[in-house]
């Protein structure tokens, strides 16, 4: 899978990553979003991900389907190791 942009943001708390389908419609990102391949993006995207943003191997990140809100309508990783920021990855399907 290949990264096509990243984008940054400084949010408080504890970071997080959400990786988003290159030309996914609202639709289907409504119908896809409990469904996402996470195990493939933590393989595939995350290590490139954290490589091109300069993290280091440490940074742990964990799968929740409650990443971004406390209903799983914003599925994504949570970082440990990492603080204070918010990454949105597309990738391309």
Known sequence: MKIKR????NEWG???V????EGESLIENLMNRR???YNVYKKEVLPKLFE???LPST???RWSRYAGCTCPCSPGFILEGVRNRQFHVTVEA
């Open 14 to 16: 504890r970071s997080r």
């Open 52 to 54: 091109q943003l300069g």
């Open 18 to 21: 959400y990786v988003w389908p």
């Open 59 to 61: 940074v742990r990140a």
């Open 35 to 37: 469904q996402r391949p």
């Open 6 to 9: 990243v984008t940054e943001r």
